[in-house]
Antibody
Framework: EVQLVESGGGLVKPGGSLRLSCAASGFTFSSYSMNWVRQAPGKGLEWVSSISSSSSYIYYADSVKGRFTISRDNAKNSLYLQMNSLRAEDTAVYYC?????????????WGRGTLVTVSS | DIQMTQSPSSLSASVGDRVTITCRASQGITTYLAWYQQKPGRVPKLLIYAASTLQPGVPSRFSGSGSGTDFTLTISSLQPEDVATYYCQKYNSAPWTFGQGTKVEIK
């Protein structure tokens, strides 16, 4: 089955760190760019970060630049998001999503998400 | 950065009505525009890409149009299962910005 499964969410104190993972299966992971998108409770979708298929190109939203680091391991079919210096406003469901990059960089497969709560 | 603005923020329509949602980009993005549907409590789902190409499996009552800065998502005959929030997204270059969403309800 073609799917993405996120893990690693939880409750963390402001200033703390968390590492999210996204396990891919059922497709050739190394052929796709990958993304993190988040959704705060009751709010809309916010793109967070993207990484190209070979990790050559990495992008971040201004809201997380310098605090979050995206990475991937194509041998393990896995995507990661290292989140440091977490703030209350980072509280959200974090989704991973794939895209084919270039002119086809729309997100055609999403995971079910993992909830990150930043609170003291 | 290019901003994406959707209108309206919410709408209520009757079953069978034609529904139109608008998305405006602050700069031209040719047709690098996707539409997503997110039903309550569910994961976002790709409906349309390249402004007007229907993702396989999406009902034909959904259609998209536009290029440059102005785009529309149309539901030709609203069904109860279409209750959801709809988002546009630009994907020509980073950042891959989403619109703020349009919540569609049944009257």
């Amino acid at each position: 089955e073609v799917q993405l499964v996120e893990s690693g969410g939880g409750l963390v104190k402001p200033g703390g760190s968390l590492r999210l993972s996204c396990a891919a299966s059922g497709f050739t992971f190394s052929s796709y760019s990958m993304n993190w998108v988040r959704q705060a409770p009751g709010k809309g979708l916010e793109w967070v970060s993207s990484i190209s298929s070979s990790s050559s190109y990495i992008y971040y939203a201004d809201s997380v630049k310098g605090r979050f680091t995206i990475s991937r391991d194509n041998a393990k079919n896995s995507l990661y998001l290292q989140m440091n210096s977490l703030r209350a406003e980072d509280t959200a469901v974090y989704y991973c999503a794939r895209d084919l990059g270039g002119t086809t960089a729309y997100f055609d497969l999403w995971g079910r998400g993992t909830l990150v709560t930043v609170s003291s | 950065d290019i901003q994406m603005t959707q209108s309206p923020s919410s709408l209520s329509a009757s079953v069978g009505d034609r529904v139109t949602i608008t998305c405006r980009a602050s700069q031209g993005i040719t047709t690098y525009l996707a539409w997503y549907q997110q039903k309550p409590g569910r994961v976002p789902k790709l409906l349309i890409y390249a402004a007007s190409t229907l993702q396989p499996g999406v009902p034909s009552r959904f259609s998209g149009s536009g290029s440059g800065t102005d785009f529309t998502l149309t539901i030709s005959s609203l069904q109860p299962e279409d209750v959801a929030t709809y988002y546009c997204q630009k994907y020509n270059s980073a950042p891959w910005t989403f619109g703020q969403g349009t919540k569609v309800e049944i009257k």
